[in-house]
């Protein structure tokens, strides 16, 4: 079994995964560093929780926006517009994860 060590928003973890898989890994570790950047680069101070709910977010959006175009190929549509950036997207990142945590919490209390 293979192992990697990398570091994402300033903390180290050693990943395990199949002999081989180790560039993958490293490279997936890369995009989710990339989204860290991004993150801070819009301000605001995040613990290491709500930082990587921001970058799961992101992640989860990208993931969508392929699936969405996956359906249009396969329906031989035409790829959709890009959308323009949305410049409050921190500001919409944030009261996103302040609703999930307050879910999270009201679960625990339950």
Known sequence: MGQVTV???GYQHTIGCK???EAHVLDLVQQIEEKVRLIRAM???FSES???LHVALLLADE???LRTEMVRARAGLAPA???AP???L???LARIAERIEGLAQTLDRG
Do not use: I, S
């Open 7 to 9: 570091r994402v928003n």
């Open 19 to 21: 002999d081989g898989e």
């Open 43 to 45: 301000g605001g101070q």
């Open 50 to 52: 709500r930082m990587l």
């Open 63 to 65: 993931g969508a926006d």
């Open 81 to 83: 517009a890009p959308a």
């Open 86 to 88: 949305d410049p409050q």
């Open 90 to 92: 921190a500001e919409r």
